[in-house]
């Protein structure tokens, strides 16, 4: 299994409370994404970092996530203000370097009520 | 999404039955993975492939560029192998990310 770390492994917040989730990638990988599932439909991606700068994210994660890689060992995903359809399950995925094998960690399963 | 359509969305089988998961893609795929997730959310890899083919036990995909599809077959399935299939691909000028399909939910049963 790849060693890509989660944790919570369960998030509870209650409607306009602030949430974060942490990610540590692989040893060695410079890629990390973080993508949003619903009730195990497909995964959505949020955001694509690249030796801890952001390249690629989408609009809801500009307008309302909190997304950094303090360092190569660490990322945090955060929700400023808690929104009953932010209840998912959060992956974290890391790669090598851009366009190679991803990984993905166990997630992160918020519930926002 | 459109971008990456699978098929079937559901799929019974019978243990030591033979199948096949596809995916059809609307943008210039460079690369795809195969995933297996598991009822508590995990995310298995299965396969990583550029254009061509690949084996591992009684799992073989194939990615042809040129016709914009993926597939997954599936040998002898055993119960095991129940749980939900996502194909994903990497888009030719997108960013890194990987645009997945809705996945194949598969029930192998005895």
């Known amino acids: 299994d790849a060693a890509v770390t989660q944790k919570p492994r369960y998030l509870i917040k209650m409607k306009g409370q602030e949430a974060e989730m942490k990610c540590i990638p692989e040893k060695g990988h410079t890629a990390v994404f973080w993508y949003q599932q619903k009730q195990s439909k497909e995964l959505k991606f949020l955001i694509y970092f690249q030796n801890q700068q952001p390249l690629d994210q989408i609009d809801m994660v500009k307008e309302r996530f909190s997304a950094v890689c303090p360092s190569s060992s660490l990322c945090s995903l955060g929700i400023r203000t808690c929104e009953a359809e932010d209840s998912a399950l959060y992956l974290c995925?890391?790669?090598?370097?851009?366009?190679?094998?991803?990984?993905f960690g166990k997630g992160t399963r918020l519930t926002v009520v | 999404g459109d971008k990456v359509k699978q098929s079937p969305s559901a799929l019974s089988l019978q243990e030591g039955t033979n199948s096949a998961l596809r995916c059809n893609f609307s943008?210039?795929?460079?690369?795809v993975q195969w995933f297996l997730q598991n009822p508590r959310g995990s995310l298995i890899n299965l396969f990583y492939?550029?254009?061509g083919t690949k084996e591992n036990g009684r799992l073989k995909s194939a990615f042809d560029s040129k016709e914009s599809y993926s597939t997954l077959h599936i040998r002898d399935a055993q119960l095991e192998d129940s749980g939900t299939y996502f194909c994903a691909a990497e888009s030719q000028g997108g960013s890194a990310k990987l645009i997945f399909g809705e996945g194949t939910k598969l029930t192998v049963s005895s």
């Open positions: 943008i210039a795929a460079t690369t």
């Open positions: 492939l550029v254009p």
């Open positions: 995925s890391s790669s090598q370097s851009a366009n190679t094998e991803v990984f």
